[in-house]
Structure formats: structure tokens, C-alpha cells
């Protein structure tokens, strides 16, 4: 692995100069007005600021083992890590670039997701089979919800009604209700021998990709049906939706 972020200019459609980051870059999140993005890194256990002005790393933010997913909240300047080896979100405070308090989680988070208005997080927990619901108030963690087995990937709607999470031995969606306990409604099912890895929302309907199977389903969340798979390539591992 090279350990380096590389900015590309939409516009020019032309890749700029590699980033030197940690040596095991995981996963990336901006923050609302773009001045900052922060970047895991899996193997050090850290997070590196970048300022999009300069290109130019910062000085890394320790957080926990293994981090694996980072969320930043749209209202309150904070940042949310999931550390998968030592089953905590570590909050990092954008203003000052400091990491707060560590909260627990269940055992390997993988994923989470922050409701649009910033009052919850949901926190997958990948080797229990739950979700963890975090208020951001008090920074503590409610009551686990149950999911389906292996749960890898959660995204909140834009509406901030529901969050949903894919699970990928069940080879189901579980829509969860964005509330301080995150009720769980009966989980929507992709098919057999589907392994669901990878989910984005737009509108009324969920995009569900299967890595494995290298084909897509389409979900209309408003009435639970399930469209015919499609294939989208080999191995497909990420889907964006454009706003």
C-alpha cells in the first residue's frame, strides 16, 4: 500500500499530487464546507487531518485500535470514529482537532452513520449482530437493537427518518427508525445467496450492492419491493449517488 490520499480536480478531471498519509489508509470523510477532510489510519490508529487549501496533512489524531469507519455530524462540529479492535467511538472535536472521551460500543463496530439533524449516531456492530445507538448529547450509548447477522454497512436517509443496515450472511436490509432508540422494523430481503455489502439511499429508493456476486439490487423503501438484480461489473466495492 502506497499510504497516500490523491486529490483529484473534478472539474479538470486531473489527479494531483499524493498525499503522504498513515501506512494504512482506511476510510475518509469531509467536513460540510470542505475546508478539512480527516482520513483513517487502519494500521496506526489514527486520524489525519488534511486542509484542502494546501493539500498538506496535518498532525495525526490518535484514536482507538483498527479504526474503520469515520462519520462527521452536520450540526455540532464533531467527528465520529469507529474503532474496530477495541470497541469504542472515539469523538474528535473539529475545532481543536483533539480526540474526546472514548465511548463503548459492542464488540468489532465496522460502521456508522450520523442522523442528519446530529442528535444520534447508530454504530454497527459487526461481530454481535446489533446497532448501537449514540446520543450525541450526553455522548452515551442506549440499549443495542438486533439486527441480522453480520451487519457491515449503514446509511441514513436524507429525510433523517430511517437509518438502514445491510447484512450480509442474513442477505438482508433492516430499516431502523432515526430515534434516540433506533427501533428495528422487520428486515427487507435481497435475496437468497445474496451477500449485501454496500448501500446508498436516494429518494425513495436503496441501491444494495453485492461485491461478491458483482450485481446490484434496487429497493423501493416505500413499499419494501425488491427489484431484480442486475450485474454492475466485477467486484464492485463503493456506490455514490449524485445530489
Known amino acids: 500500500m502506497s499510504g497516500t490520499v490523491t486529490p483529484v480536480n473534478v472539474s479538470a478531471r486531473k489527479a494531483g499530487k499524493a498525499i503522504a498519509v498513515g501506512s494504512g489508509p482506511q476510510a475518509i470523510a469531509v467536513t460540510p464546507i470542505g475546508r478539512t477532510v480527516y482520513l483513517l489510519d487502519w494500521a496506526g490508529g489514527t486520524v489525519t487531518p488534511i486542509d484542502t487549501a494546501t493539500d498538506t496533512a496535518q498532525r495525526p489524531i490518535q484514536v482507538g485500535s483498527f479504526p474503520s469507519a469515520i462519520a462527521i455530524s452536520p450540526r455540532d462540529g464533531t467527528a465520529y470514529v469507529a474503532n474496530y479492535g477495541s470497541d469504542i467511538v472515539t469523538p474528535i472535536r473539529l475545532a481543536t482537532e483533539t480526540a474526546g472521551r472514548a465511548i463503548p460500543a459492542g464488540y468489532a463496530p465496522n460502521a456508522l452513520a450520523v442522523a442528519p439533524n446530529g442528535k444520534d449516531v447508530y454504530v454497527v456492530d459487526g461481530n454481535t449482530d446489533e446497532v448501537t445507538p449514540i446520543a450525541t448529547a450526553t455522548e452515551r450509548a442506549g440499549r ?7 451487519p457491515v454497512a449503514v446509511t441514513m436517509a436524507a429525510s433523517g427518518v430511517t437509518a438502514y443496515v445491510v447484512n450480509s450472511i442474513s442477505s438482508t436490509v433492516t430499516p431502523l427508525a432515526a430515534t434516540a432508540s433506533g427501533r428495528a422494523s422487520s428486515p427487507i430481503s435481497v435475496g437468497l445467496y445474496s451477500y449485501p455489502t454496500v448501500l446508498a439511499v436516494t429518494g425513495s429508493t436503496a441501491v444494495v450492492l453485492d461485491t461478491y456476486a ?6 423501493n423503501t416505500r413499499t419494501r419491493h425488491v427489484f431484480a438484480p442486475e450485474r454492475w461489473g466485477n467486484f464492485p466495492v463503493a456506490v455514490a449517488i449524485s445530489p
Open 214 to 219: 458483482g450485481q446490484v439490487s434496487l429497493i
Open 144 to 150: 443495542v437493537v438486533p439486527v441480522g447477522y453480520s
